[in-house]
Antibody
Framework: EVQLVESGGGLVKPGGSLRLSCAAS????????MNWVRQAPGKGLEWVSS????????YYADSVKGRFTISRDNAKNSLYLQMNSLSAEDTAVYYC??????????????????WGQGTLVTVSS | QSVLTQPPSVSGAPGQRVTISCTGS?????????VHWYQQLPGTGPKLLIY???NRPSGVPDRFSGSKSGTSASLAITGLQAEDEADFYC???????????FGGGTKLTVL
């Protein structure tokens, strides 16, 4: 059974830092790209960052570029998100999500087939 | 303001059929990018419901179906059940933003 378990959330002051972790099990972690998606209180989903299976490519939403760093350790089946210079706008539940692909007519489209339960990050003084 | 537009809420009685729309633009759905749908039950992480416009992952009942036309997509739920009450999100890719984009979410209430 695929399981994704996030941890590391909590209360942090504006300007502070936090490192989120996501422990993966039930699948070959090193074969999949992984993502972070966040959800502000009472709001919709916002893609944050993604990392390729082999650590070769990282992508970021404009809202976090330069402040957040995604990484992974395939030996430990773990995904991470280092968050610096946090502001109130970063307050959200952060989900890690596995990325799979659907290919048709030679073009492949990514979607998120498994999600964790999320970890809450609150940025407040 | 979400890039993909969904109605904030829909409702229906048990056994009825409801649809949830997802309207995009020429840089996402209209550009040919596929649409995926997620269901989020209260207090839980999202669950993949439909991928590639109209494909159901294993375990998702055939009461759920998706379609896409032009710059919009729709999720249909037939034979509504109380346990279907949840938030639903559409997702696609946007070529202008070079990122994945989500709809704002639709809350389904089973009356």
């Amino acid at each position: 059974e695929v399981q994704l378990v996030e941890s590391g959330g909590g209360l942090v002051k504006p300007g502070g830092s936090l490192r989120l972790s996501c422990a993966a099990s039930g699948f070959t972690f090193s074969s999949y790209s992984m993502n972070w998606v966040r959800q502000a209180p009472g709001k919709g989903l916002e893609w944050v960052s993604s990392i390729s299976s082999s650590n070769s490519y990282m992508y970021y939403a404009d809202s976090v570029k330069g402040r957040f760093t995604i990484s992974r350790d395939n030996a430990k089946n773990s995904l991470y998100l280092q968050m610096n210079s946090l502001s109130a706008e970063d307050t959200a539940v952060y989900y890690c999500a596995r990325e799979d692909q659907y290919c048709t007519e030679g073009i492949c489209y990514a979607f998120f087939d498994y999600w964790g339960q999320g970890t809450l990050v609150t940025v407040s003084s | 303001q979400s890039v993909l537009t969904q109605p904030p809420s829909v409702s229906g009685a048990p056994g009825q059929r409801v649809t949830i729309s997802c309207t995009g633009s020429s840089s996402n759905i209209g550009a040919g990018y596929d649409v995926h749908w997620y269901q989020q039950l209260p207090g839980t992480g999202p669950k993949l419901l439909i991928y590639g416009n109209n494909n159901r992952p294993s375990g998702v009942p055939d009461r759920f179906s998706g379609s896409k036309s032009g710059t919009s997509a729709s999720l249909a739920i037939t034979g509504l059940q109380a346990e279907d009450e949840a938030d639903f999100y559409c997702q696609s890719h946007d070529s202008s933003l070079s990122t994945w984009v989500f709809g704002g979410g639709t809350k389904l209430t089973v009356l």
